[in-house]
Each structure stands twice: as structure tokens, then as C-alpha cells.
């Protein structure tokens, strides 16, 4: 959730606005109370829509017929005013996360959890046709998991059995992957469209990743008229409840009573919302919102420990609350947009009176792409002598990048123009940095005090003495760091506590790991090339596989399988470590040269150097375009860096920094660079930052 900025209303209806739950294409949607400390999701049109025809019947009709949907399993509709110059639809507020949340930050479902999560949703289902209507969106983000099990939300495009989809021209009248083959193809649709979306539901829900993928949106569309669900990923108990529902024929899809009566959850199922690390967020969430509309925010979580800068602060501030509830269940996909935080006057930080008070990031505009031909021109740079000859990488962080600064500590330059924004002297580069959300950056000191800095300005924030040796993966909750003395270390953005410390199940030596986290894992590949893996909820072991490597090269997470270079290129099955397939390369390792580089997923492609090429293959292994040559690479090798439709590869020596088309139809072109030993590179915002020792640059792509 986010505070409330310019132009948003303070009340609506009975309704005082706290703040903001999530912003779309049609409009917002806002935390309020009313007069009783009753919490509510108000929805708005936005002003400059409201006389838009289409829209306003879209926005007219959801009220209507979600107010005719009286199930347990839907957020009941509280109030509207549909005739206002701002109309509003309010629902209850559902203090938890959504379904594809939760299997990012927990994992995948196990056995029992997603034959009750079958159950409730065939039995709302059920309620939701029993009124004659159609939901026709139901998607894992349209599904919120409170502590009185999933409710479904977003009646925006439900309409009456046998009607068709009202949208506008040019739009998919379907979420691409989730919507039913007869919707895609623009056809009638009937109860039996949310039962093929409940199964596209539960598939994702077991195996963490989407049963149809591809490219494109025309690919995935095209795979769920005409292909085969991808269920490999979905144990074999669970595939009869869930392939069933993805019958291309809609009369042969089962109905809401016959997927619940084949789900059988065990007796008491429904208390798995109760127990457990997702439970556990769960309630944070909905304590977070009785303090929000039963005390105004006054209230503090118990006190922080002595190692958290702040730490004889006793009460957060009402913005810290509305931070604490980033990712709760509204009605609206939250967006990427939100007021910018500046610091007026000079460009010294200060520290806020809240360390924990994170404020909006900073959003660059994406650069204009340049040609496919002939030699890049410089956006900015070369800046020579601006960063540390051995910098890590660069670290785009929305409107900043990152990278060790000449001198020591570490610095931020505009990625507009690249001069330096700010620079933090206390930090130690060596143990590497981490963006947290987009809004922090995260890196530590020489005593191995973990510290955070406002990616825009600079501010310092919350620090926690964890004995970092080096960072290992960030996501907008926790921070994964590797201590001094080897073990595993999760420390909580909330508070800047220490959640759980491990041994790790092999040594992490012989140099600077490296680390990624997705599926509910986090994976980290040791310097000695040896890759574990652990759950982010305990820091348990998961699985290891030993001598993947001969250095530490960085994995990849993509939907439930974790992509891995070495000796072999695999993929493996993020929850249990089984392998789905692997590659040996062209050529074998041979003194430290050859074998797979460490690889990039986008799109559902990995793209990966095999020796001296370029390969592009598709998430299951089978080649998705044709290898392209690569001139002078040699270990380190980078992983590809896919901006727009081009794939950047550093080289070695002379050569410089190559783009190729992601289609493989194009013409690649050649930035040169010299002298430069250590080089990376990053992307992000249509813009490739380049480090050349210590020469920073930026390009554009294609």
C-alpha cells in the first residue's frame, strides 16, 4: 500500500481514505474506514474516464453483479455511489496475500494445502454460477488467501451466463494462459470457462509456474487453444484434479461439485490458513490493518532489537503501516507508478525520522531505443575513473545506477545523464549491494553491518549488525547475506531483525558467492561452482548438487526450475532439486574456459553462452532459434543482458560488448572497448550501463 499523494480524495461516501491499495488502466483502488473502524477497498474511476461510456457501464455492472454474488468465497460489496461525478464501489478488505504472492515469496502448494485451495474455489465457483453469472477472470492474482481461506475477487468483466465479453477494440478479452480456449477464440462462454481458469489456477498453484507459456502473448493464446498444459511440475497425486479442467471441450470439463468431491481434502484441511509461515503473514497483515482503521496507526510492533538503527522507537509512523501492507488482496493489480520522493535545496541526504519509512522510488523514463545497425552511439560517458577497477556488476536501481566507487564506498549516477547523484563512504563494495523493492539500496560495511540507502537520494536508513561477509538476494521483505563466520543469514526489511540463521549444508569457499531467489528457494552457487539450495521460510536445506561449476556462477529462477551453467547446463526443479533436463556443451570445460556460461530467462527463453555461442533455448531444453558466434569470450563470463528485442554479451579483450536480435533475424552490432580486464554489464529502462574497469558508460539498445 502507498500513501496517499496529490489529487487523491481524504473521503468517499462514509469512507476516510488512508491510502492507496492499487492503481490500473481504469482506476484505484483505496484503503478507507468509515465511521465504525470498518476497513473497506473503495474502487474509483478515474476522473479522466469517467466519461467514457464503455467504462462506465463496465464499472456500473461490476457493482451490480458483484452484489449479487453473496458467497463466502467472493469480498462482499459494501457501498456504492454510481451516480457521483466519482463514482466508487466499496468491498470488504481482505488482509492477505494473493495466490501468485504467496507461491513466489513461500513456494509452490504442497498436497494438502492446494486440495482445499480446490475445494473453496469449486464451492465459490458453485455460488457464483448458482447467480447466473460467469467470472470470467479468475487468475492467480484475482485470488486472495485470508485467514478464512481463498476468496476470489474482481467481478470487472463477470457477465450473465452465455453473454459475451464486453471490452474494448484491440483489447484480449482474457488474462493470456488463464482465460478458457472459447474466450480466447471470442466465442460464448459458460460456467464451464472458470472451471478451465480454476485449473490454469491450480496448476500454477502446484508447480509454480503457468500450465501455457511462450514468447508472446499470440503464443501463449495459441497453446491454449491448440496445445498441451504444461503439468510436469504438478505431482502426479494432484494431475487428475487438475487436467480434467483443462479440457479443450467445454462439455467435458467437470463441474464445481465433482473438481471439490475429487479434491478430498483431509479432515481439517481448512485450518492450513491458520498455521504456518503463510499464516504467519497473513495475520501481520490484518494486525497491520486493525491498527490502520482501529487506532489511526498509533500503535507500535513490539520493540526492535538493539542492533536496528531507530530501536528506542516504539510507535511506527501511519506511512511505515501502509508500507507493512504492500501486497495485500485489493481489487486492482497494484502498478509500478507513485509520486516521486525528492530531496529539495542540495543534493546532501538526510536520514527521515523513520528509517523504516521508505519512501516512493524514483522512475526514469525508459531511454528511446536506437538502431540495429551499424556501432551504438553513446547515451552517456565514457566517465572514466569513476568506479573501483574490481566494482561488482552494475546496479540499476529505477532512476540510479550503482557500482563501487573509485576510492572506496559506493556510488549512484543518473542513469540520464550519468553523473553522480550521491555516494555512501561507509560502505564496504567487496561484500557486494542488493536493490530492495526498488526503493533501498542494501549493502554492507567493513564490520560487516548490513546498511540501506533511498535509492534516490542517497538517505541513509535502517542498519543491522548481521556480520555480512557478502549479499546474496533481496526481495521486498527479507535480505539474504552470507555472515563472516559461513553461515546463511535472513534479515527482515520490516524491522532490520534476524529471522533465521543456518549452517549452510556445504562450505560456501573459494570466493564470492553468487545467488538467486524465487519459488519459495533461495540458490546460491559457491566460488567452488557447488550449488544448494534453501527455503526462505526456515533456511532449511532443500537440495544441493555439487560440482554443477568451476567458479560461482549466478543461477537463474524462472516459474518453479532453476536454470544452471557449468559443466552441464540444467534445469532443476526448484522445491525438490530433481532434475528436469540438462545440456552438455560444445565443448567441455578445459582449464577454466569452455562449458555453459551462467544464464538469462526472459520471455521464457534462456539465453546462455555455450563456449564461443550464443544459444537460445525454450524453458523445457528444445532450441528456440539457432546459435549465434560470439567473438573473444572468455571466462568470467556475465550472464546476457535481454533489454527490448536485443541480447547483450560482454567479450573479452579488445572486442568490447555485443548486441544480438532476440529473434536471431537482425544484424548484431559492436560497442568496442580496450584495456578493460574486469567489464560487466547491466540493464534496464532500454538503457546497457557498462563497466570497463573503472570506466562507466551507457548505451542504448535495440
Known amino acids: 500500500m502507498k500513501p496517499l499523494g496529490p489529487g487523491d480524495p481524504l473521503r468517499l461516501g462514509p469512507y476516510r481514505v488512508v491510502g492507496v491499495l492499487g492503481e490500473g488502466g481504469m482506476g484505484k483502488v483505496y484503503f478507507g474506514r468509515n465511521a465504525a473502524g470498518e476497513p473497506a477497498a473503495v474502487k474509483v474511476l478515474l476522473p479522466e474516464l469517467a466519461g467514457d461510456e464503455h467504462l462506465a457501464r463496465r464499472f456500473v455492472r461490476e457493482a451490480q453483479t458483484a452484489r449479487a454474488v453473496t458467497s463466502?468465497?467472493?469480498?462482499?460489496?459494501?457501498?456504492?455511489?454510481?451516480?457521483?461525478?466519482?463514482?466508487?464501489?466499496?468491498?470488504?478488505?481482505?488482509?492477505?496475500?494473493?495466490?501468485?504472492?504467496?507461491?513466489?515469496?513461500?513456494?509452490?502448494?504442497?498436497?494438502?494445502?492446494?486440495?482445499?485451495?480446490?475445494?473453496?474455489?469449486?464451492?465459490?465457483?458453485?455460488?457464483?454460477?448458482?447467480?447466473?453469472?460467469?467470472?470470467?477472470?479468475?487468475?492467480?492474482?484475482?485470488?486472495?488467501?485470508?485467514?478464512?481461506?481463498?476468496?476470489?475477487?474482481?467481478?470487472?468483466?463477470?457477465?450473465?451466463?452465455?453473454?459475451?465479453?464486453?471490452?474494448?477494440?484491440?483489447?484480449?478479452?482474457?488474462?493470456?494462459?488463464?482465460?478458457?480456449?472459447?474466450?480466447?477464440?471470442?466465442?460464448?462462454?459458460?460456467?464451464?470457462?472458470?472451471?478451465?481458469?480454476?485449473?490454469?489456477v491450480l496448476a500454477f498453484a502446484a508447480g509454480g509456474r503457468p500450465a501455457y507459456t511462450g514468447a508472446e502473448v499470440s503464443a501463449v493464446l495459441y497453446e491454449v487453444v491448440h496445445g498441451t498444459p504444461d503439468l510436469e511440475l504438478v505431482p502426479e497425486p494432484l494431475r487428475h484434479l487438475v487436467a480434467p479442467c483443462l479440457a479443450k471441450d467445454p462439455a467435458v470439463r467437470p463441474s464445481p461439485e465433482q473438481v471439490a468431491d475429487a479434491a478430498r481434502p483431509a479432515r481439517g484441511a481448512e485450518r492450513l490458513w491458520k498455521a504456518g509461515p503463510l499464516a504467519d503473514d497473513i495475520r501481520q497483515r490484518e494486525a497491520v490493518a486493525r491498527r490502520l482503521v482501529g487506532e489511526g496507526g498509533r500503535a507500535g510492533p513490539p520493540p526492535l532489537s538493539p542492533s536496528t538503527v531507530g530501536a528506542d522507537r516504539a510507535r511506527p509512523s501511519r506511512r511505515r503501516l501502509l508500507l507493512t501492507l504492500a501486497g495485500a488482496g485489493g481489487l486492482l493489480a497494484a502498478g509500478a507508478g507513485g509520486t516521486a520522493w525528492w530531496l529539495s535545496g542540495d543534493d546532501t541526504p538526510s536520514a527521515p525520522s523513520d528509517p523504516f519509512d521508505v519512501p516512493p522510488a524514483a522512475k526514469a523514463k525508459p531511454a528511446e531505443l536506437g538502431t540495429d545497425t551499424g556501432t551504438p552511439q553513446l547515451l552517456w560517458g565514457p566517465f572514466p575513473g569513476v568506479a573501483d577497477a574490481g566494482s561488482p556488476p552494475p546496479l540499476p536501481v529505477r532512476d540510479v545506477v550503482v557500482c563501487a566507487a573509485a576510492g572506496g564506498g559506493i556510488a549512484a549516477h543518473r542513469v540520464t545523464d550519468g553523473k553522480q547523484r550521491w555516494r555512501a563512504g561507509d560502505a564496504h563494495a567487496d561484500a557486494g549491494y542488493l536493490s530492495i523493492a526498488g526503493r533501498l539500496v542494501a549493502t554492507a560495511d567493513a564490520d560487516g553491518v548490513l546498511r540501506t540507502y533511498v535509492a534516490s537520494t542517497g538517505a541513509p536508513m535502517w542498519t543491522a549488525d548481521v556480520k555480512a561477509s557478502a549479499l546474496l538476494a533481496a526481495d521486498a521483505d527479507h535480505v539474504y547475506v552470507l555472515t563472516s563466520d559461513g553461515a546463511l543469514r535472513c534479515v527482515a526489511t520490516a524491522d532490520a531483525r534476524v529471522r533465521w540463521t543456518r549452517r549452510p549444508p556445504l562450505p560456501l569457499t573459494g570466493g564470492r558467492p553468487t545467488a538467486a531467489l524465487g519459488s519459495g528457494v533461495l540458490v546460491v552457487c559457491s566460488g567452488s561452482g557447488d550449488v544448494l539450495a534453501v527455503h526462505t521460510r526456515d533456511g532449511a536445506k532443500a537440495w544441493v548438487r555439487k560440482g554443477q561449476a568451476t567458479a560461482a556462477l549466478a543461477p537463474a529462477v524462472e516459474s518453479g526450475t532453476v536454470f544452471l551453467g557449468g559443466h552441464t547446463l540444467a534445469a532443476i526443479r526448484a522445491s525438490d532439486g530433481k532434475e528436469l533436463w540438462s545440456q552438455n556443451p560444445h565443448r567441455d570445460v578445459e582449464r577454466g574456459a569452455y562449458?555453459?556460461?551462467?544464464?538469462?530467462?526472459?520471455?521464457?527463453?534462456?539465453?546462455?553462452?555455450?563456449?564461443?555461442?550464443?544459444?537460445?533455448?525454450?524453458?523445457?531444453?528444445?532450441?528456440?532459434?539457432?546459435?549465434?558466434?560470439?567473438?573473444?569470450?572468455?571466462?568470467?563470463?556475465q550472464p546476457p543482458v535481454v533489454q527490448a528485442d536485443s541480447v547483450w554479451v560482454v567479450e573479452s579483450r579488445d572486442t568490447g560488448v555485443t548486441g544480438f536480435p532476440r529473434s536471431t533475424s537482425g544484424v548484431a552490432q559492436t560497442y568496442p572497448l580496450t584495456g578493460g580486464q574486469n567489464r560487466s554489464t547491466a540493464g534496464d529502462g532500454n538503457r546497457l550501463f557498462v563497466l570497463n574497469a573503472g570506466t562507466l558508460l551507457a548505451l542504448p539498445v535495440f
Open 72 to 200: 463466502e468465497g467472493v469480498a462482499r460489496v459494501l457501498g456504492a455511489e454510481l451516480e457521483s461525478g466519482r463514482p466508487w464501489i466499496a468491498t470488504e478488505f481482505l488482509a492477505g496475500p494473493t495466490l501468485d504472492d504467496a507461491v513466489g515469496r513461500f513456494g509452490p502448494f504442497g498436497d494438502a494445502p492446494l486440495r482445499e485451495l480446490a475445494r473453496s474455489l469449486a464451492h465459490t465457483l458453485r455460488d457464483i454460477h448458482a447467480t447466473g453469472l460467469v467470472h470470467r477472470d479468475l487468475k492467480p492474482s484475482n485470488v486472495v488467501l485470508t485467514s478464512r481461506g481463498p476468496r476470489i475477487i474482481d467481478f470487472g468483466i463477470a457477465r450473465p451466463e452465455h453473454g459475451l465479453t464486453l471490452t474494448r477494440t484491440g483489447q484480449i478479452p482474457v488474462t493470456p494462459g488463464y482465460g478458457a480456449p472459447e474466450q480466447v477464440l471470442g466465442r460464448r462462454v459458460g460456467p464451464a470457462a472458470d472451471i478451465f481458469s480454476l485449473g490454469t
Open 595 to 637: 562449458g555453459w556460461g551462467p544464464p538469462t530467462v526472459a520471455g521464457g527463453v534462456v539465453f546462455v553462452l555455450d563456449g564461443d555461442a550464443l544459444r537460445y533455448l525454450r524453458a523445457n531444453g528444445e532450441e528456440a532459434n539457432s546459435p549465434v558466434i560470439v567473438a573473444g569470450v572468455a571466462p568470467p563470463w
